[in-house]
């Protein structure tokens, strides 16, 4: 069964959610206010949205193609629990997720929970809540976004994927047209995760593809819109740089806000990868200078 195209707008989610400007320290089990109201209808009028969108809502939609480019930061937390954080510029700064870190034994099993509060407890009874997911591969290489699966549609999807192989940055995310229609991946099993269908050449139609090389030296990363048709083929629609310790985004149409974190998180745990795997490799070159292995002499 191939993914339809479906009009997603105002649905991402049937959780109200909440947010905050973090503007305060944060105990670990505090449940957080709404987004404040100026500061709502601040994000919603700079999205061109509705003024009665809720936060999920604005934040995992794809962003609207006259709303041009979309700035952000994202940063390791500075008090409270150990996360990543991610604000946009409204004009302002706006939260927008935390991402927490989940080391599981089975490595293939490491992922991130992506929230709407810079909070990863369990809420109290009748509290609002959202958790993404991002889900990395054994080898660092493959990442899925995966929405909440408690959402508007009831089934588990999925939002996008990138796939680093040496400098080359490669995502994917469900098709979206300029009236902000969007594929829905469902995925009640395997096969059926964007990963799956990519590497097997299925519902390539479904998709867009968005493709850039990532520069270790400065730390920045340009992603083209590849795919040869009239929505837009070779135009960047994300940016990200390494800026005094932080990783300053723009995105624009037709990736949201919640796609763009998931590729900065991409980004950042791949390049932790490789600076753990070098400084083992380095390690084991100053225990054992020659790469060969010893010859056993009787």
């Not at 962003?63 to 390791?76: C, F, H, P, T, Y």
Request: charged letters at 20%; hydrophobic letters at 40%; one cysteine or more.
């Amino acid at each position: 069964e191939t993914p339809c195209i479906v009009d997603n707008r105002g649905a991402s989610s049937d959780s109200r959610a909440t947010a905050s400007r973090f503007h305060f320290m944060m105990q670990e089990n505090e449940i957080l206010p709404s987004l404040p109201p100026d500061m709502m209808a601040a994000l919603a009028k700079f999205l061109c949205c509705d003024d009665q969108s809720r936060v999920v809502e604005l934040l995992l939609n794809p962003a609207q193609d006259r709303v041009g480019s979309i700035g952000g930061l994202m940063e390791s937390a500075r008090e409270g629990p150990p996360r990543y954080d991610m604000f946009l510029s409204v004009p302002g700064r706006a939260f927008a997720f935390s991402a927490f870190r989940h080391q599981a034994a089975a490595p293939s099993h490491s992922h991130y929970n992506v929230r709407l509060t810079p909070n990863d407890s369990a809420v109290t009874l009748g509290s609002d809540s959202f958790c993404g997911k991002l889900k990395c591969s054994a080898d660092c290489t493959q990442y899925t976004f995966c929405d909440d699966p408690s959402n508007f549609y009831s089934y588990p999807r999925d939002l996008g994927a990138a796939v680093i192989f040496g400098e080359r940055l490669t995502v994917m995310i469900p098709r979206v047209t300029l009236s902000g229609a969007a594929a829905q991946f469902r995925v009640l099993r395997e096969s059926d995760t964007i990963l799956q269908r990519f590497f097997a050449r299925q519902a390539s139609e479904h998709l867009m593809i968005l493709s850039g090389l990532w520069s270790t030296k400065n730390g920045s990363v340009e992603l083209v819109h590849v795919n040869a048709d009239a929505t837009g083929s070779g135009a960047v629609v994300f940016r990200a740089k390494e800026v005094n310790g932080a990783l300053s985004l723009e995105y624009m149409h037709p990736l949201s806000a919640f796609q763009a974190f998931c590729i900065a998180l991409s980004l950042v745990h791949h390049a932790q990868h490789r600076q753990t795997v070098q400084r083992s490799s380095t390690s084991e070159d100053v225990a054992s200078p020659s790469s060969k292995p010893a010859v056993v002499r009787c």
